[in-house]
């Protein structure tokens, strides 16, 4: 059963640079599924982290129209979008995912804090989210004192706790080592499996392809190539 | 999430640090100062009060118009049903006389001729009755170098410096040459019973002080006297029932006559109203002047410390916050710093000026050749005033440097805050 959750229609995305203008989207026409595990892939520079950002609509394009969960991106409020993102949206970044004066619990706990939860559930769910993650033995430490790897599984709990409908992964393992990159997309395709979630990656990592069950080429602001990979599970 | 932004705040110290001490430094520095103008402001005019202007003064019209020169000719008769009037009319006040004069002090050799001469500002005042509270309202007996206060008739004390300079001791006899109210010439003759030192230099130069009856007999000045003045029993000047009775008593008694009395308040005589609205000037001045100092240094460690975090801020996009609920945190975050370091600002203030109260400046020195009656030791005062005058201006400067400083972090796109966490 098809469920389009992103829909993105002659996306085009101009900067200003100096008194010209740069185009970094050209005209882009992508469809994403619900409980897709896909990765944006392409060189420096070829407007992957833009177009990201447009599907969680902290920016909008400069022409064409970006539905996300049925909303249009360019049109809602500064609070319409930030609500799209506190209920619908996990981020997971390269680096300097934590607030550093929290405890692992509170940087997962603060997510919830923007949505109605009393201080049981909050803890049921904060537990639960660390669980997933292999965490819950580090609640209490604070963000230096846990390693870099751990510190992007905190990230993903923190994403996943609201259970979002789309998660948008950002080179979440440019900073990490082989093992650990495994690690974490082994945890964030099993959250793929478990809750449905929908999952966009960006990456110029071969150890993040692999995973990917369907994979877009950038170039230069455009898409160059979209090819579906026929899961080949338990890898 | 206010427990949250506490957390937070607690933990990172760099944040909330450098905010606490210049918030405490500036509180403090304004409550010290504040107690330290109101303690001086306050000196001045409560030792004006006691030895001069009194909280009211009841003159004759021609009397206070010449009151520089002492003008005993002029003064107030029928002094003792005046002071009974004024019991029963104002009850809330207690009523003294006194009489200022001047004249020459001769000290006899064993032979009668003269050995030394000076001089002489004298006071009397109600010295044998102890209920006037004169003793306590001038400290007399606190301020007496060697001796007592005289006792009976013919006793007297003379300024210490002043019975140095004439070789006087304890017990000596002095004679003093003046001239009456009708303009005759008197002498009478004084044993020194106390010398004495106010430390105030106008007080005390050629200082003598002896009971009033003595002065009524030797000035010809029965039941006259130069002033009546009156005192809150409650011991505090208070501008508003003083200018009530003081209008109540000049309606009823003022007249187009010259030698019908006219009551002053403390603030229409010696200057003391400029003194006193120069008082509030220069704390409300301080005040202004250091919550502009503040705010603008808190708003520029608002802009360091909102350039530091903005990673902070790009996360809490990411993670569904509004802009303006972060601004909004942002403020809420100030205020609960600006509360810290004011109240902990006020504690160091009040402490502080608590210190300077009980040991004040010594201004003796510059004292020699000053006119005005001023206390020789500056001492601030704790008033209730001082817990909120550095607190809420404290507290506002804090919101006020971290909204200017939002404005920026507020004015930029969501999209380039949040390039901040790429790197
Ligand atoms: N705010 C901006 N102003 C001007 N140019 C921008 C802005 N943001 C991005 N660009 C430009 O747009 C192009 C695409 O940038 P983008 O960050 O999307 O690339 P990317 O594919 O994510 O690259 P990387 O792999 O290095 O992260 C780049 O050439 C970049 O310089
Ligand atoms: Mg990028």
Redesign the interface.
Known sequence: MKNTIINLKNITKRFKVGDGEFTALNNINLNFQKGEFAGFVGPSGSGK?TLL?II?S??SPSEGQALVMGKDVAKLS??E???????H?G?I??????????TVY?NVE??L??QNHTKAERHKMVMEALDWVGLTDLADKKPDRISGGEGQRVAIA?AMVKRPEILIA?EPTANLDAENAHIILKMMKRLNDELNTTFLFSTHDEKVMQYMERIVHLRDGEVEKDSIIVAEKDK | ?IQ?LL??IL??RS?SLLPIIITALGVGLTVLLSGYMKGAFGDVIDQNARFETGHVKIMTQAYAENKDQIPNDLSLLEASKWVETLHTEFAEMQWIQRIKFGGLIDVPDADGNTKAQGPASGMALQLFDTNSGENERMNIEASLVIGTIPEKSGEAIIGHDFAAKLNLKLGDEITFFGSTMNGSMTFKTFVISGTIKFGTSVMDKGALLIDISDAQLMLDMENATGEILGYLKSGVYNEEVVSKITSTFNNKYKNTDEFSPEMFTLREQNNLASMLDYGDVMSGLVIFIFVLAMSIVLWNTGLLGGLRRY??FG???????????IYGSMVLESVLIGIIGSALGTVIGLALTYYMQVVGIDISSYLESSSMIMPSIIRAKVTPELFYIGFIPGVLAMVFGTMLAGIGIYKR???TL?KE???
Do not use: C, W
Request: zero cysteines.
């Open positions: 982290t950002n969680g902290l920016d500064h609070r979008s930030a609500d799209l993102r506190n209920y949206i981020f970044f390269q680096v300097y995912n934590l607030l550093p004066v929290y509170e603060f997510a804090l923007l923190r950002d | 999430m949250f957390k937070g933990r990172d944040r990673q902070e996360i809490r996009l990411a993670l569904g916050e509004a802009k303006s609920k796109e969501t999209a949040f966490l790429e790197v």
